[in-house]
């Protein structure tokens, strides 16, 4: 069974760290995750789910906010763990996520630095050359923002905005959020759901006479 680490921050955009963990347990990966101190303020506030001290989301928790998913391949780790397995370049799974990473966590990773378990990981991972996905929700961007998104991609590193298209005729926010979602897996080599993959255009209806 694949693992996969996602990291939740403070930057806003939850509703895409619930379905990519949902969409992950559904194609059968074990998942690990870890929450940022910003990033339960954010959790809490967005999707009403709250964690422990050090960001440890309770099993009822989970099971609330992931629409009652089975839960035996998913584990909640705190935030200072960074001796949990996940943060060994011998235990990390398929791929590293941070979604969504806000513009603090990019640029620590950007700069080497760990001060807790999302950034370790996400250390680990470009050590390890390991797959590592970041989701940033953030606009405009500085110039800081964009220097340090580039010094990633240069690590090869997988920097992927949460900027949903709408060629796929959305009705919902979750058909924005799904999108999004479906691009995250495809970059670790894991093919989405049905609902989340490109159909193609629909036939065009005939044109008239005269009228292009």
Not at 67 to 90: K, Q
């Amino acid at each position: 069974m694949e693992r996969v680490f996602v990291g939740i921050t403070g930057g806003s955009g939850h509703a895409y760290a619930r379905a990519l963990i949902g969409a992950l347990l559904d194609a059968g990966c074990a998942v690990d995750v870890a929450v940022t101190g910003a990033g339960s303020l954010v959790l809490a506030h967005e999707e009403g789910v709250a964690t422990d001290d050090d960001g440890r989301i309770a099993d009822a928790e989970l099971e609330r906010w992931l629409g009652g998913r089975d839960l035996t391949h998913l584990s909640s780790f705190g935030r200072s763990e960074v001796g949990a397995a996940p943060a060994s370049g011998s235990a990390l799974g398929r791929a590293a996520i941070i979604c969504p990473a806000s513009m603090g966590t990019l640029a620590r990773v950007a700069a080497g630095l760990s001060s807790n378990l999302v950034e370790r990981v996400a250390d680990v991972a470009i050590k390890e050359g390991k797959t590592l996905v970041l989701v940033p929700r953030e606009t405009p961007l500085s110039q800081i923002h964009l220097t340090n998104m580039l010094r990633l991609a240069r690590l090869g590193a997988v920097i992927l905005p949460a900027a949903p298209g709408f060629y796929h005729l959305p009705k919902s926010i979750d058909d924005l959020v799904d999108q999004v979602v479906g691009k995250v897996l495809r970059r670790i080599g894991i093919e989405p759901a049905d609902k989340l993959r490109w159909k193609g255009l629909e036939d065009e209806p005939p044109v008239e006479d005269g009228v292009e």
